[in-house]
């Protein structure tokens, strides 16, 4: 069974420090793609960055990046100079491209930037 | 259209009534997903529509849940005889294909009372 495991539920940080959310993930695919999502309070979510299992390189995207450890199925997003519209839940998601080809979810992180 | 539009954006129904939730998705996406997200919890699963082929609906909690694509494109998701337990945001998402980015809608609020 494919899981995805978020095991922050609650985190806070200071506007322009730095802060890592977990994420861990089981499968037994060799190819899988790897996303972070946000949701603010609009409840859209929105792509923030993703990685393709077979990379070896770590996805970066302006202030967002990853560290992607396949052998230990973990995934952690960094967000560095953090701003106040950083502000929502943040989920952690796999695909695979099985039958269904759809997204699994981990239960979401929610992240507070204070002033 | 721009984006995935979903309608409505909130709902409010009386425990027992049918509702219909409608997504209408990227023209020229032709995977459409519905998701629910009930209250402190990620997206749950509940089907998938990919071009012309039978919809995966193995997510879906119940018989009284039910949806369809028609024309490959705008898709409703109907819930008959709604509980308590159906309230949640119902979101819908789009995308070219399997492995290919997703853009989700701002979803259907459902109270039911």
């Known amino acids: 069974a494919q899981t995805v495991t978020q095991s922050q539920p609650e985190m806070s940080v200071q506007e322009a420090e730095t802060v890592t959310l977990s994420c861990t993930y089981d499968t037994s695919e060799n190819n899988y793609y790897l996303f972070w999502y946000k949701q603010p309070p609009s409840r859209q979510m929105i792509l923030v960055i993703r990685q393709e299992a077979y990379k070896q390189q770590n996805a970066t995207e302006n202030r967002f990046s990853v560290n992607f450890q396949k052998a230990a199925k973990s995934f952690s997003l960094k967000i560095s100079d953090s701003q106040l519209g950083d502000t929502a839940m943040y989920f952690c998601a796999m695909n695979y491209g099985g039958s269904q080809g759809n997204l699994i979810f981990g239960k979401g992180t929610k992240l507070s930037v204070k002033p | 259209g721009a984006g995935v539009s979903q309608s409505p954006s909130n709902k409010v129904t009386e425990k027992g009534k049918d509702v219909e939730l409608r997504c209408d998705p990227i023209?020229?996406?032709?995977?459409l997903y519905w998701y629910r997200q009930s209250l402190g919890q990620g997206l749950e699963f509940l089907i998938y529509f990919q071009g012309n082929s039978a919809p995966d609906k193995s997510g879906l909690p119940s018989d009284r849940f039910s949806a369809e694509r028609t024309g490959g494109s705008v898709s409703t998701l109907t819930i008959q005889r709604t509980q308590q337990e159906d309230s949640a945001v119902y979101l819908c998402a789009s995308s070219l294909g399997q492995l290919i980015q997703y853009t989700f809608g701002s979803g259907t609020r459902l109270t039911v009372v």
């Open positions: 023209s020229g996406h032709t995977a």
